[in-house]
C-alpha cells in the first residue's frame, strides 16, 4: 500500500469520524424512546479510558527515551486500542444521551476554555496519531530509517497533543460531572 494511499485513508477516517461526533452532537439522527441504562455509565467509562490513556502514553515515553522499542509498540497499540474503544463509547453517548450544561458562575469561562481545546485538538490529533502509528509500524520495512525519521518528526506534534486531549478528558469530566441529570 502506498504512502499517498494511506495518508488518503487516514485523511477519509479523521474527516468521517469528525462529521460523525458533529451529527451526533446535533442530535440529527433519531434517538430510541428508551434510552439503555448503560448509557448514563460511559461518561464515567470514558473518563477512565482518557485516565488510563495518559499513563500508558507517559509509560510509552518512558520506554521509547530507554530505547526499549518492544514496549513502547505494545503500549502505543494498547493506547490506540483504548482511544478507539473510548471513540465508539463517545459516539454512543453523545448519540443517545441529553446534553448536559455547565451552569453559569465562575468556573464556566475555564471549563469551556478546557472543553473548546479538548474539542478542537481531539479533532486533530487523530490523523496525527494514525500517521504516527502507520510510520511507527513502517519502520520494520526495507527502507525503515525513512519512516522512522518521519514517526519521530509526526510524535513531536501526536503525542504532547494526544496526551493534552486525554488530560482534558478527564478534567471536562470532573467538572460537568456533578451537573448530570441522571
Not at 74 to 89: A, C, G, H, Q, W
Amino acid at each position: 500500500m502506498s504512502d499517498k494511499l494511506v495518508f488518503r485513508i487516514v485523511m477519509g477516517v479523521s474527516i468521517f469520524v469528525f462529521i460523525a461526533v458533529v451529527v451526533l452532537n446535533k442530535k440529527i439522527l433519531p434517538v430510541p424512546e428508551s434510552i439503555p441504562s448503560f448509557v448514563y455509565k460511559l461518561p464515567k467509562l470514558n473518563a477512565m479510558l482518557n485516565g488510563t490513556c495518559s499513563l500508558l502514553l507517559l509509560l510509552s515515553l518512558y520506554m521509547i527515551k530507554q530505547k526499549n522499542i518492544t514496549a513502547h509498540k505494545k503500549l502505543n497499540i494498547i493506547t490506540f486500542i483504548l482511544s478507539s474503544v473510548f471513540l465508539l463509547s463517545y459516539i454512543t453517548y453523545h448519540w443517545l444521551a441529553m446534553e448536559t450544561t455547565y451552569p453559569e458562575g465562575p468556573l464556566r469561562a475555564t471549563y469551556l476554555i478546557i472543553l473548546v481545546s479538548h474539542i478542537v485538538l481531539a479533532a486533530l490529533v487523530l490523523p496525527l496519531v494514525l500517521l504516527s502509528f502507520y510510520y511507527g509500524l513502517k519502520t520494520q520495512a526495507s527502507n525503515g530509517h525513512v519512516y522512522y525519521q518521519k514517526h519521530k518528526r509526526l510524535t513531536r506534534w501526536s503525542f504532547p497533543i494526544w496526551l493534552y486531549v486525554t488530560i482534558t478528558g478527564v478534567i471536562v469530566y470532573v467538572m460537568i460531572s456533578p451537573y448530570y441529570s441522571f
